[in-house]
């Protein structure tokens, strides 16, 4: 039986993006995991780059965005400062490229403040931390600008902890 090609096109696309969505969650249970191994953060790393990589098949460029900021989060969760500033100012390129604004740009500033804090780069970790919170003022949802106000507290607090 032979299968047409938009038929096989339209099952790669699911393809692509179930193992884009199953991938990127499975990041985020690693992520939120407290006694992570070293063979889990290594999973976590790989499973980032494979969804972005997914995601680039069928996404959008906030798919893409999204994906180089995690892709960033897990490398400063591993204390890999330079993929992590590499992916960080990746995703502030996507964003001001594409006109996206909102909560992906607050967190494409989050992302680099986290990476040059990973970088013990005080002086870029505070310019990125002040242009998340202004940034913060124009999230619309609350929800979405309450989570990335919690995420700055908990870095703010880890860097008083070491600072």
Known sequence: MRVDSETAVDASNDFHKKCAVSLF??????MEKQDRTP?????????AHASRYHWEQVGTAVNLSRGEWQIARVYAIAGRPEPALYHANRNLEICLSN?????????AYEGLARAYFTAEDLANFNLYFV????????????????????DMK??????EKLG
């Open 25 to 30: 969650n499975g990041v985020w249970n690693l």
């Open 39 to 47: 063979d889990e953060t290594d999973a976590m790393i790989h499973m």
């Open 99 to 107: 006109q996206i604004g909102d909560f992906d740009l607050a967190y």
């Open 131 to 150: 242009k998340a919170l202004q940034a913060s003022n124009l999230i619309e949802q609350d929800t979405d600008k309450q989570l990335l106000l919690d």
């Open 154 to 159: 908990q870095l703010q607090t880890t860097a």
